[in-house]
């Protein structure tokens, strides 16, 4: 029901803004009842650090002869994965959490040769994150908690640009500060909203040359308002564990905004007939992960893994008006290349459906 909603026509069709806004009204006007009639959960009782670290790895493999007769072709994937968290109550007052994911994984698929042999391809990749995220709350007891947080996320190879590859590329780091509310809590359960104003720092290296030889390193910022929501829910009798995460985030504020806007005279002056971008980074940026788990045995497991990204414009973009207006027709074309991939402007989907091995190392 999921996968149909998120890939309806509604979500995937252009120019989504307005509607975006009207979807997170309704959400935060069905949300707001849950908060007003929620009791108040009792926040956990002070005590040590609470660690978790859990490992796991997803495969799936197929192989064919040379000869098989449907045309067939194997494929390997595979997909590792590390969840670390750290937790404590320190007093009544205060709790600080901390969670790291790591998450690499590759595909590599039987391809024919000239001559009719099948042979396995170099691998793509598939899966690529790495995200940090350290929240601080004080648990006053009152109907909302103040909170502070600090968020750091990247991955481990940018292979966006057909010019090459680019490690750890961008790092984005975002500060929030802001209220927060337990929306219901459990022993396997549990749901939290939070509100706040955030300032971001992307910084990121882009090609600016057509042979991809000459690479630039560039800091954007950007700031405005966060809302994030995570919930962990066991379901269907406890069988399935669901955890799913709604942040949107409303940008206010941009560093590039003037840059862009001359970016975007020049290029629609070279380019008669092209769509102007210079307003798409007020676009709200919307990431809804969800994630069902069920277990079969300690060890095996069954995921399935939804997410729906909405960014219209990736600030992690080369804002240069000299390069948008250079006169080498090649150099000019490769700038369009690198800003037009930070452009999207539908919505994305992912959808992965695995049978893992976990390990709960504690």
């Known amino acids: 029901m999921i996968a149909a909603l998120l890939g309806s026509p509604f979500f995937l069709e252009r120019n989504l803004d307005m509607k975006i806004r009207l979807l ?15 009791d108040d959960p009792k926040p956990d009782e002070p005590g040590p650090w609470k660690f978790g670290q859990t490992l796991g790895l997803n495969l799936a493999q197929s192989a064919f002869s040379s000869n098989w007769s449907g045309g067939d072709q194997g494929s390997f994937n595979w997909v590792l994965t590390s969840q670390s968290s750290a937790r404590r109550q320190f007093s009544d007052k205060f709790n600080w959490a901390n969670q790291l994911k790591l998450a690499y994984g590759q595909t590599s698929k039987q391809d024919h040769t000239t001559t ?30 103040p909170y502070a947080a600090l968020t750091g996320e990247s991955q481990f190879w940018d292979e966006s640009d057909p010019r090459g590859k680019l490690n750890f590329n961008p790092v984005k780091v975002k500060e929030s500060a802001g209220i927060s509310r337990v929306l219901y809590k459990t022993e396997d359960a549990g749901a939290l909203t939070r509100v706040g104003a955030a300032y971001r720092q992307i910084y990121a290296r882009a090609f600016t040359d057509p042979a991809g030889q000459d690479i630039r390193s560039f800091t954007n910022n950007d700031g405005g308002i966060e809302w994030q929501t995570d919930i962990k829910q066991p379901m269907l009798d406890k069988k399935v564990l669901y955890k799913g995460t709604l942040l949107v985030y409303e940008t206010l504020t941009y560093s590039e905004a003037d840059n862009l806007k001359n970016v975007d005279a020049i ?12 307003d798409y980074w007020k676009a709200p940026d919307v990431n809804f992960q969800n994630t069902f788990t069920a277990e079969i045995t300690k060890s095996l497991n069954v995921n399935l893994d939804v997410q729906w990204v909405y960014d219209k414009y990736d600030v992690a973009a080369l804002v240069d008006p000299e390069l948008a207006s250079s006169p080498d027709p090649a150099v000019q074309n490769a700038y369009v290349l690198q800003l037009d991939k930070n452009v999207r402007k539908a919505g994305q989907f992912r959808e992965v459906l695995a049978i893992g091995l976990t390990y709960r190392m504690f």
């Not at 997170?24 to 009639?37: D, I, K, N, T, Y």
């Not at 629609?268 to 769509?275: D, Q, S």
Request: proline share 5%; net charge negative.
């Open 24 to 38: 997170l009204l309704a959400l935060v006007l069905g949300l707001v009842p849950a908060v007003v009639r929620a």
């Open 116 to 145: 009719g042999e099948l042979v396995w391809d170099s691998p793509d990749k598939t899966t690529d994150q790495l995200y940090l995220e350290s929240l601080a709350r004080w648990t006053t007891g009152g109907a909302v908690d």
């Open 267 to 278: 290029l629609i002056a070279a380019y008669p007939g092209r769509t102007s971008v210079q």
